[in-house]
């Protein structure tokens, strides 16, 4: 079955700094990486996806990257908010088989 | 448009006594899902169902743990006997036939001592 990394696993950044995690995946058939911000108390909420016929996608201060050759896909956050703080698991799937997720990154922002 | 509810948020039990999740997945939602999420870690799958078929339970200790999807809407998840290793929390998530986008719920935080 399919298997994620995500790395690192706490992440401290001052605000406005940009933040960066990375996941690689096993499953050369998956084509479908979301990304899930869960704050204290709640359930993971989608924030971003893309699909593996798409290099790259952005919505405001939120991209993710996919390298499907190196099996490794990125969230990148810039000019981070202390709201940002949260938990991020990326996730990977194959088809309409079930999302496999990453452990998950604390995001810790600073004023 | 309600999200996905579950019931109860927390729960706290003795060893070896019986335990059951409820959720309700947002109306129209044919796929409803049962991870399990330990302190720590992302979540795992339990169960996911389609209508009323469970088309992966691979992941379901089912020895001890059950899940039915009646009618294909609601569903319950259930633990008998429950053992300390069971405390985690309990989400659970739907999704539209064939979308990526899995709308999850708070989740049922177990607790056994």
């Known amino acids: 079955g399919e298997n994620v990394e995500q790395h690192p696993s706490t992440l401290s950044v001052q605000e406005g700094d940009s933040a960066v995690i990375k996941c690689t995946y096993s499953d050369s058939a998956s084509n479908y990486f979301p990304w899930y911000k869960q704050e204290l108390g709640k359930g993971p909420q989608l924030i971003i996806d893309?699909?593996?016929?798409?290099g790259e996608k952005k919505d405001q201060r939120i991209a993710v990257t996919l390298n499907k050759t190196a099996k490794h896909f990125s969230l990148h956050i810039t000019e981070t908010q202390p709201e940002d703080s949260a938990v991020y698991f990326c996730?990977?799937?194959?088809?309409?088989?079930?999302?496999?997720f990453g452990k998950g990154t604390m995001l810790l922002v600073s004023p | 448009e309600a999200g996905v509810v579950q019931s109860p948020r927390y729960k706290i039990i003795e060893k070896k006594q019986p335990v059951a999740f409820w959720c309700n997945p947002i109306s129209g939602h044919n796929t409803l899902y049962w991870y399990l999420q330990n302190l720590g870690q992302g979540p795992e799958l339990l169960i996911r169902?389609?209508?009323?078929?469970?088309?992966?339970d691979s992941q379901l200790p089912k020895d001890r743990f059950s899940a039915e999807r009646l009618k294909g809407v609601d569903s319950t998840l259930k633990i008998q006997p429950a053992e300390l290793g069971d405390s985690a929390v309990y989400l659970c998530?739907?999704?539209?036939?064939?979308?990526?986008?899995?709308?999850f719920g708070e989740g049922s935080r177990l607790t056994v001592l």
């Open positions: 998530a739907s999704s539209p036939v064939g979308a990526g986008e899995l709308f």
């Open positions: 169902y389609e209508n009323e078929e469970a088309v992966d």
């Open positions: 893309i699909r593996s016929n798409v």
């Open positions: 996730a990977a799937r194959a088809g309409y088989s079930t999302l496999t």
